[in-house]
């Protein structure tokens, strides 16, 4: 299928390009860098934005990056590429996996690996700006490209905005966003509505009273505490949320001593919560405090347990008009069995800060990036959850065609705006 006018003039140069932006890929693959610690990255999204003409402001929100490229009358278009990796130790077993460590924000040391694929983002976002500055005459309007930071800490969005996007940048008609998932490589999944979840983490810190291993009588031994507390935490989901609601809550940290004979004093607990309803993520809350506070007290412990937020997603929810502008725009430049409608996943995202406090339209969609013929063995054998997810240390998209099918599909949603 041809692509829509104008999409199929601005990709033109693509199969020309696909060369130079895999070879930024690979190098960005191969130097992640931790939420916040972003300057090897942002230095090369301004190189390339600077490249294709665009007016490239630095250090927004400490490491985000905005470019502004004006092309005559028209609307402003957003497009939006996240930077940031995650402390993980990759084992992909790629040629130009990723040996890198970093220091996190406690002070340790850890292994860094682009395991959520926002190396791509950034890869694909680079190419766009490209076939934009060199096709003007296809389009008419303001490409605005923003290249963030420190999603995976849900604060980069918010930084920015704080550091003055809304009043130092024009504001947008349109606010674009894509992520690479597990699916088909290059099938784009849309909705209108919620796209992705509301997303809550708290860390909950257990008092007890230490004392030697042999005698336990002495002590309120918080590791019992906690495990108590761990298991009754299942209960959420199953016995107070209904049917037909949704929520996930997961544990994922659990820490308590340092010696097998030794009762400690305290306990932590890491936890995260995924909801699509604001009344949902209300009593999934409130039930974790009041079964942390039970527990505790049910142990007769010398004081009640911390709840400490860590961070908050709110949920992604498509503007209903603006997507069927998009989804037109997809059916126009690819072929049907290449545009899917899908359901809201649990996964979370700060993209939607910038529509929402921007009070502007926004639209966020996915990108298959697994191999075709792997996804449809493993879902034909039912065996979905063989394939590594996001944040996985074996995650690893295809890279072709997800290469192709990311700048394409960003090209062709911004041009249900900005087509001449």
Known sequence: MAHAPGVSELLAPLDGLLPELEKLYRDLHAHPELSMQETRTAGIAAERLRGAGFEVTAGIGNTG????????????????????????????????????????????????????????????????????????GAW????????QPAEEIAAGAQAMIDDGLFTRFPKPDV??????????????????????????????????RGAHGSMPQASIDPVVMAAAT??????????????TESAVVTVGALQAGTKENVIPDEALIKLNVR???????????????????????????????????LDRYRSVRNDPEATRRVVESFDRSFPPERVREVEPTSASEDFGCFGAEWHVPSVFWFVGGTDPEAYRKAQAAGRMGDLPTNHNPRFAPVLHPTLRAGVEAATAAAMAWLAT
């Not at 674009?176 to 999944?189: D, N, P, R």
């Not at 761990?230 to 049917?243: F, H, K, N, Y």
């Open 65 to 136: 990056v905005v470019g502004v490229l004006r092309n005559g009358d028209g609307p402003t278009v957003m497009l939006r590429a996240d930077m940031d990796a995650l402390p993980i130790e990759e084992l992909t077993g790629l040629p130009y996996a990723s040996t890198v460590t970093a220091t996190d924000g406690n002070g340790k040391t850890v292994p860094v690996m682009h395991a959520c694929g926002h190396d791509l983002h950034v890869a694909w976002l680079a190419g766009v700006a490209t076939l934009f500055g060199r096709g003007r």
């Open 140 to 147: 008419r309007g303001t490409l605005l490209a923003v290249f």
């Open 175 to 208: 606010v674009l966003g894509q992520h690479v998932m597990v699916g088909s490589a290059g099938v784009l999944g849309w909705r209108a509505g919620v796209m992705t979840s509301a997303g809550d983490s708290l860390q909950i810190r257990l008092f007890g």
């Open 230 to 243: 761990v298991l009754r935490l299942q209960t959420i989901v199953s016995r107070e949320v209904a049917a």
């Open 275 to 309: 909801t699509f309803d604001e009344g949902v993520r209300a009593r999934v809350l409130a039930a974790i405090e009041r079964i942390v506070n039970a527990e505790a007290a049910a142990s007769g412990a010398p004081r009640p347990p911390e709840i400490t937020p």
